[in-house]
């Protein structure tokens, strides 16, 4: 157990609709980093958070945003969705002054109808 | 050519055997190096990581770097089934913007069979 929390654990959704996913990070984990993993494909970089602000983002269009709060606990907001969205979001958390090395939650299984 | 490289497998070893997983990466300026074992519908969970060229052990595991051939691998002695998952391997961007961020892989899957 990394003491990385995720919500919800899955989530079925239509095209179109909007979803909102939340992650706590573990005691001490400033930096918060969103991943996105299709079946079959190694997790994708979305954007980071640190001191709650995007301070990096991957190859990913605007309607995927994110927030992160005083306590460090942060949301990945994704609107319009569209069916390539369905996959599993992965919230990894870091320890302040060792950013890179990132411990993962146990993610959140989103299908698009 | 796709950032971090691994063969997809499957790689059938048997119990007791070593196996080994390799990862080659395009981005010279990497300075950090991960593996990750996921089980089927889990998470990624970190194994090792490596920053300096040669050999880092941990337990049954033995992760090796070599910058100038821009190759990383994993050694698992005395494989359990218990330890068939895929494995995937990481490496952090060099961004002078000042974030990390982790380019993985698409991992290799590890089957031990009794």
């Known amino acids: 157990e990394t003491g990385v929390t995720q919500s919800p654990t899955h989530l079925i959704k239509t095209r179109g609709q909007q979803v909102t996913l939340r992650c706590s990070s573990q005691?001490?984990?400033?930096?918060v980093s969103w991943y996105q993993q299709a079946l079959g494909q190694g997790p994708q970089f979305i954007f980071q958070?640190?001191?709650?602000?995007?301070?990096g983002r991957g190859n990913f269009p605007p309607r995927f945003s994110g927030l992160q709060f005083p306590n460090y606990s942060s949301e990945l907001n994704v609107n319009a969705l569209e069916l390539d969205d369905s996959a599993l979001y992965l919230c990894?958390?870091?320890?302040?002054?060792?950013?890179?090395?990132?411990?993962f939650g146990p993610g959140t299984r989103l299908t698009v109808l | 050519q796709k950032e971090v490289e691994q063969n997809s497998g499957p790689l059938s070893v048997p119990e007791g055997a070593i196996a080994s997983l390799n990862c080659t990466y395009s981005?010279?300026?990497?300075?950090?190096f991960f593996w990750y074992r996921q089980y089927s519908g889990k998470s990624p969970e970190l194994i090792m990581s490596?920053?300096?060229?040669g050999d880092k052990e941990d337990g049954r595991f033995t992760a090796q770097l070599n910058k100038a051939s821009q190759y990383v691998s994993l050694l698992i002695r005395d494989s359990q089934p218990s330890d068939s998952a895929t494995y995937l391997c990481?490496?952090?961007?060099?961004?002078?913007?000042?974030?990390?961020?982790?380019?993985f892989g698409a991992g290799t899957r590890l089957a031990v069979h009794p």
């Open positions: 005691s001490g984990h400033n930096t």
């Open positions: 990894a958390s870091s320890l302040a002054g060792v950013p890179d090395t990132q411990y």
């Open positions: 981005d010279r300026g990497s300075q950090s």
């Open positions: 958070y640190y001191r709650e602000e995007e301070n």
């Open positions: 490596i920053y300096s060229n």
């Open positions: 990481a490496v952090n961007s060099d961004h002078s913007g000042g974030y990390n961020k982790l380019i």
